[in-house]
């Protein structure tokens, strides 16, 4: 029976993805987490971290507007979209240079960085645990250098041991941090997203 409806609700986003010109289902769950946090709003400026195919992007993009930008990063190459104001380029997240190379590819300071970033799942728990706490740090680590001050972070995790303490990190660094699944998220995935508002720029 679970496994059943866990399959149904795929094919239901996976259909409305399709039909909604999404390039995936992963779209849903950035708009139900924006639907129920208030992440995105015209104007922002907004890098996504880990964006390939591109599904948080388009999201973003309707998001933001005209007036807003979309910077999309990834190590794998993601297809351009036809809009001025969506840039997407190759790179590492957990690279030194990355801060510095997204910087020099936005038009102002960020307000709000997203990071659906995840490791090649290997099955074994602690494994991707702990590789998606790393893609996690740098994302906190490009948010620390180049976000602006009051800016938002969404971030995914695989839950495991050291969630609680990378939280506590979140907290220090932000007014407010919230932790949630979004139902378009499979429920047999230990993927949790962690959303941050107010960054203090300490
Ligand atoms: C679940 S997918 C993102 C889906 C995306 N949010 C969408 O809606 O299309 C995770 C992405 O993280 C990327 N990734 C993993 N490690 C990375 C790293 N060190 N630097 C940049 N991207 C990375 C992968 O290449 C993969 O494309």
């Excluded at 029976?1 to 399959?7: I, P, V, Y």
């Excluded at 690279?95 to 307000?111: C, F, G, H, M």
């Amino acid at each position: 029976m679970g496994r059943h409806r866990h399959r149904e609700r795929h094919d239901h986003y996976y259909r409305m993805a399709k039909h909604e010109g999404y390039r995936t289902r992963a779209s849903f769950k950035l708009k139900q987490l924006n639907s129920r946090f208030g992440i995105l709003k015209r104007g922002d400026i907004v890098v996504d971290l880990g964006a390939a195919p591109g599904g948080w992007v388009q999201v973003a993009r309707e998001e933001v507007g005209d007036e807003g930008f979309v910077l999309g990063v990834d190590m794998q190459q993601v297809a351009k979209f036809p809009y001025k104001n969506v840039r997407v380029i190759v790179a590492d997240i957990t690279d030194v240079s990355a801060p510095e190379l997204i910087r020099q590819n936005l038009p102002r300071e960020p307000t709000v960085i997203l990071s659906d970033a995840s490791p090649k799942i290997s099955g074994v728990w602690n494994v991707d645990h702990f590789r998606s706490i790393e893609l996690a740090r740098a994302a906190l680590r490009i948010a620390d250098q180049i976000l602006q001050r009051g800016g938002k972070l969404l971030v995914k995790i695989f839950q495991g041991d050291m969630f609680d303490e990378f939280v506590k990190e979140l907290r220090e660094k932000f007014e407010s941090v919230k932790i949630s699944k979004p139902l378009a998220s499979r429920k047999n995935s230990a993927e949790t997203y962690i959303i941050c508002k107010g960054f203090k720029g300490l």
